[in-house]
C-alpha cells in the first residue's frame, strides 16, 4: 500500500485537490495562525534569521499555511467550498522518542468556505478510510466540540476559575497557564491536576444549542456510515484555532505517541490571518505513525530481467538493451557494480529476477531463472518476448 498514491485516489474522488505550500514561512504566521500560548509555538518551533533579517520558521503544521494561501490567492472567489489536500514534512522541536521525530511526514486535507456538518463528517470518514486501507491495527475514533469562540472564550473564564480555586492539587505548567489557556490542563499527566479535571466543569455541557446542534448533525452522518466513535469532553487538541468539531483518531498498537491524525472546525482562522470570515473544517495525519500502526510491508519489486554484462565492452550495448526492455514496460535491472559473471547471476537471483539478459558482443541469450533453461535471442524484440513470457509465469512484474 503506498500511501501517497492512496490518499491521492481518496482524497481525488471526493473532489480534493492538490495544493504546496512553502516548508518554510514568516514566523508571524504561526504565531497569530497556531497560537502564542501552544506548546508548538511557545517551544516547538525551528525560528531563525534569514539572510534578510526576517524571521522565518521551519513549518510545524499545515492549516496556517493554507488559509494563508486561501487569502494571499483569492480562493474565496472560487465556488466553496475551496477543498485542498497536501504531503510533507513538518518540523518541531519535540524530544524525540518511538513515534515522535523533529522532522517528520504528515498527509493533510483541508476544506475552506464552508460550515456543513456533511463536511466534517466527509473529512472524519476519509481519514478513517485511509488508516482502514492503510492497515493501521487497534483505531479509536474520539470527538468532541468546542463550541464557537465566544462560548470558549466564557468557558475558559469558568474553568479559569475553577482551576485558581484548585490550584494547590495543579502541576505548575498548568499552574502557569491557567490564565492564557486553561483548557490545556485537559491533556496533562499530572496525577493532581488529573483528579482535579475529572470534575471539572464540561465545555460540551455548554455548548449554544446551534453548535450541540452541528455536532449531532456530524455524529449522526457518521453513525449512518457505521463509523464507531466516542464522544469525549476532554478532547481539547494542542492547537488555538479549533471551533465546534474536534476529532482524533489513535491506535491502541502504538506507545505513548499514540496519536494517528486528527483535525477540526476552525471557523475563524482565515478571517483571523485576514481573510473574509470563512469556516473551514480540516485534518493532519502522521505518516510515520500509521506506517508503525499497520502491518503493511514495503512492496516487492522483483525485476523482470536483469541485463548482465560478461565483459567491460559489452555495457554499451547492455545499457541499450536494458533501456529497451524499460520501454516495453519490463521492470529491469543491469549489472552496475563490475560483478564477476557468476556474481552477476548470484545478484540476479537475489533480486529475483525472472530472466536474466546476457549481452555479449554479438550475441543475445536469456536465462530463464526458475528452469535454468538458457536460450539464445535473434534480437532485443525476442529478449522482450521471452522477458514477458518467463515473468507473467512466474506471476512476476508483467508488462
Ligand atoms: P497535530 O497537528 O499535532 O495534531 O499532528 C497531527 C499528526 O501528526 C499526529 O496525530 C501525529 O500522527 C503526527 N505528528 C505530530 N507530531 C509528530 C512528531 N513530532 N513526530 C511524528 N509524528 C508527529
Redesign the pocket.
Known sequence: MELLGTSAELLGAAGYEPIETPVFEDTELFARGVGETTD?VEKEMFTFEDLGGRSVTLRP?ATAAVCRAYVEHGMHKLPQPVKLWSSGP?F?Y?A?QA????Q?A?IDAEALGSDDPSLDAEMILLLAELLERAGARDVRLRISSLGTAATRRDYSQELGAYLRDHEGELSETVTARIDRNPLRAFDSDHPGTRRVMERAPRLLERLAPEDAEHLDAVRHMLDDAGQEHELDAGLV???DYYTRTVF??TSDALGA?S?????GRYDALVEQLGGPPTPAVG????V???LLASDADVPERRPAAFVAVPKAEGARRAFGVARELRAAGLATQMEQAGRSVKGQLRHADRLGACVVVIVGEDELEVKDMRSGEQRPAADVAEVVRLASEASRATGGPAP
Open positions: 508548538i503544521e513538518f518541531r519535540e524525540p513515534g515522535r521525530f523533529r517528520f504528515q487538541r494542542g492547537l482524533e483518531f505517541q496519536g494517528l491524525g486528527g483535525g485534518w493532519a495525519a502522521g510515520e505513525r500509521i
